[in-house]
């Protein structure tokens, strides 16, 4: 298919230039601590099994982290996934473990999904994400783990997604589709120079994590294929994620923390997130917060992303319902092309876990900064929509440029209140008060 065809090339053009930028560039480097040195290596080889994209490896999988778990090798061990197609169903990892796959190395999911084990709710949600009940466990998985890397010579995870899709489309789905990779309740993970293919739902989702590094991964699933988010941090804290190409059918990166009253129940913020250096495209946003928010989202920097052919560059949305708050989010530096909405704020998107949710649980949507954005081709500048009691408050949109083929159509705002410094087309009159634009000049 043609989106894989120029994907290298962006890539490479992207970190090319991103190195070239500066000798002194922002990195996610200390965000973990390294790992030690792994004091043995295993190969998924040796358990049994066989590369040749027709045995199905499971066990072998499974065996070889157990093997690691009962070797106790001092700084860990590596699991080694040699070139060849490893056909498998979902497996655990274990803590204290890398996972690296060599070049020509290829994880590829097995498409009887009947034969993929469920896993119960998240209580931040209370039900599947899709369905009611539990719903399948992601391919690679881990829970209450420390230390885990996943890297490896540019080695591919492959959802063989389609059969998921096609029933999400013929709604015959039993459970909740699973993702490629999830991790909860774990800190001190590291995921670089890998490529994400095909994933039945998210990509890659940690939740209720703490210090993680997503870097350098391609991530890439056909424009139509449904919910197939690139990176979605749920209530974790401490995330990098930097120099990524991500193409999917769903948002590149979506900041999340649990779903109306069992996020609120819950309660368990995303917080101290960065991203930085994403180039991609999705009929979705690019960039998003949301719509799952009911945990909170606070202290966000997202800066020099690049965003081509999408549907937002920047969609920061919440509910009715949803209760938490997103607070202290910045982006800056972010360039769109041929993409319909530049920005959308909104307290209007997304669905209900169930009828039982807080009709009076009002999200509160603060200091939000949106600077140094260059749009072309852009259809709509955006739309600022905030609830009615429940204003947004403090929203500063600082040297915004947005232009068109056609003119751009102008900016629709509703329940918002901030400033607008250097912005194109004009901006709302809800952002041009003095106050407004005082509080925006002081808060760059
Ligand atoms: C890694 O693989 C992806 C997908 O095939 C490709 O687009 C990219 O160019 C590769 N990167 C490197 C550095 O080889
Ligand atoms: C994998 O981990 C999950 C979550 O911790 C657990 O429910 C499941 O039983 C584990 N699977 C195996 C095969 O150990
Ligand atoms: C990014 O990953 C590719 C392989 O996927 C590797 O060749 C390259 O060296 C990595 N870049 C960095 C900065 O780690
Ligand atoms: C806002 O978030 C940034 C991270 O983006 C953080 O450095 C800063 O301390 C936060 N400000 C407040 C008032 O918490
Ligand atoms: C619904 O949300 C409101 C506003 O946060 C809160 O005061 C009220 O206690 C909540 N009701 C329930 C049943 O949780």
Same mark, same amino acid.
């Given at each position: 298919?043609?989106?894989?065809?120029?994907?290298? @090339?962006?890539?490479?053009?992207?970190?090319?230039?991103?190195?070239?930028?500066?000798?002194?560039?922002?990195?996610? &480097?200390?965000?973990?601590?390294?790992? $030690?040195?792994?004091?043995? +290596?295993?190969?998924?080889?040796?358990?049994?099994?066989?590369?040749?994209?027709?045995?199905?490896?499971?066990?072998?999988?499974?065996?070889?982290?157990?093997?690691?778990?009962?070797?106790?090798?001092?700084?860990?061990?590596?699991?080694?996934?040699?070139?060849?197609?490893?056909?498998?169903?979902?497996?655990? @990892?274990?803590?204290?473990?890398?996972?690296?796959?060599?070049?020509?190395?290829?994880?590829?999911?097995?498409?009887?999904? $009947?034969?993929?084990?469920?896993?119960?709710?998240?209580?931040?949600?209370?039900?599947?994400?899709?369905?009611?009940?539990?719903?399948?466990?992601?391919?690679?998985?881990?829970?209450?783990?420390?230390?885990?890397?996943?890297? *490896?010579?540019?080695?591919?995870?492959?959802?063989?997604?389609?059969?998921?899709?096609?029933?999400?489309?013929?709604?015959?789905?039993?459970?909740?589709?699973?993702?490629?990779?999830?991790?909860?309740?774990?800190?001190?993970?590291?995921?670089?120079?890998?490529?994400?293919?095909?994933?039945?739902?998210?990509?890659?989702?940690? %939740?209720?994590?703490?210090?993680?590094?997503?870097?350098n991964v391609t991530v890439l699933a056909p424009h139509d294929s449904p919910n197939t988010d690139g990176i979605d941090p749920d209530s974790s804290s401490n995330v990098c994620i930097e120099d990524c190409y991500i193409s999917t059918g769903d948002d590149a990166v979506a900041i999340k923390s649990g779903w109306d009253e069992y996020g609120?129940?819950?309660?368990?913020?995303? &917080?101290?997130?960065?991203?930085?250096?994403?180039?991609?495209?999705?009929?979705?946003?690019?960039?998003?917060?949301?719509?799952?928010?009911?945990?909170?989202?606070?202290?966000?920097?997202?800066?020099?992303?690049?965003?081509?052919?999408?549907?937002?560059?920047?969609?920061?949305?919440?509910?009715?319902? +949803?209760? *938490?708050?997103?607070?202290?989010?910045?982006?800056?530096?972010?360039?769109?092309?041929?993409?319909?909405?530049?920005?959308?704020?909104?307290?209007?998107?997304?669905?209900?876990?169930?009828?039982?949710?807080?009709?009076?649980? @009002?999200?509160?949507?603060?200091?939000?900064?949106?600077?140094?954005?260059?749009?072309?081709?852009?259809?709509?500048?955006?739309?600022?929509?905030?609830?009615?009691? &429940?204003?947004?408050?403090?929203?500063?949109?600082?040297?915004?440029?947005?232009?068109?083929?056609?003119? %751009?159509?102008?900016?629709?705002?509703?329940?918002?209140?901030?400033?607008?410094?250097?912005?194109?087309?004009?901006?709302?009159?809800?952002?041009? &008060?003095?106050?407004?634009?005082?509080?925006?000049?002081?808060?760059?």
């Amino acid at each position: 298919m043609a989106r894989r065809c120029p994907c290298g @090339l962006l890539l490479a053009l992207a970190l090319a230039a991103a190195l070239s930028a500066a000798g002194a560039q922002e990195t996610c &480097s200390g965000a973990v601590p390294a790992p $030690p040195r792994r004091g043995a +290596r295993v190969s998924v080889a040796s358990f049994g099994g066989a590369g040749d994209g027709r045995t199905l490896n499971t066990g072998a999988f499974a065996r070889a982290v157990a093997s690691i778990d009962r070797l106790r090798a001092p700084g860990g061990a590596e699991l080694y996934v040699p070139p060849g197609v490893w056909l498998t169903g979902p497996f655990n @990892l274990t803590s204290r473990m890398t996972l690296f796959l060599a070049r020509g190395a290829v994880i590829r999911a097995t498409q009887d999904t $009947p034969s993929w084990p469920l896993i119960g709710p998240l209580p931040s949600y209370g039900r599947g994400r899709e369905l009611p009940g539990g719903r399948y466990i992601s391919l690679i998985h881990g829970s209450g783990l420390q230390d885990v890397v996943i890297t *490896g010579e540019n080695g591919t995870i492959d959802g063989q997604g389609s059969v998921w899709w096609d029933m999400w489309k013929k709604g015959t789905l039993p459970y909740t589709r699973p993702h490629l990779l999830e991790l909860m309740s774990s800190s001190g993970i590291i995921v670089s120079n890998i490529v994400f293919q095909d994933s039945p739902f998210w990509n890659i989702h940690p %939740v209720y994590c703490s210090n993680v590094v997503i870097r350098n991964v391609t991530v890439l699933a056909p424009h139509d294929s449904p919910n197939t988010d690139g990176i979605d941090p749920d209530s974790s804290s401490n995330v990098c994620i930097e120099d990524c190409y991500i193409s999917t059918g769903d948002d590149a990166v979506a900041i999340k923390s649990g779903w109306d009253e069992y996020g609120i129940a819950y309660g368990r913020p995303s &917080s101290d997130i960065t991203v930085r250096r994403i180039t991609g495209s999705s009929p979705f946003a690019g960039f998003a917060v949301g719509s799952e928010t009911s945990g909170g989202v606070q202290n966000v920097l997202a800066e020099h992303l690049n965003f081509f052919s999408s549907g937002f560059g920047i969609h920061i949305k919440t509910n009715t319902g +949803r209760g *938490g708050f997103i607070r202290n989010i910045t982006v800056s530096d972010v360039t769109l092309d041929n993409v319909r909405y530049g920005l959308r704020i909104t307290g209007d998107v997304g669905d209900h876990p169930d009828d039982s949710y807080n009709r009076s649980a @009002l999200p509160v949507v603060d200091t939000l900064t949106i600077k140094n954005v260059q749009g072309q081709n852009i259809r709509e500048a955006g739309l600022i929509k905030g609830i009615t009691n &429940s204003a947004f408050s403090r929203i500063c949109l600082s040297n915004v440029k947005l232009s068109g083929g056609t003119p %751009v159509r102008p900016w629709k705002c509703e329940a918002v209140t901030g400033g607008a410094l250097d912005v194109q087309p004009s901006p709302c009159t809800e952002l041009t &008060s003095t106050s407004g634009t005082s509080f925006c000049t002081n808060s760059l």
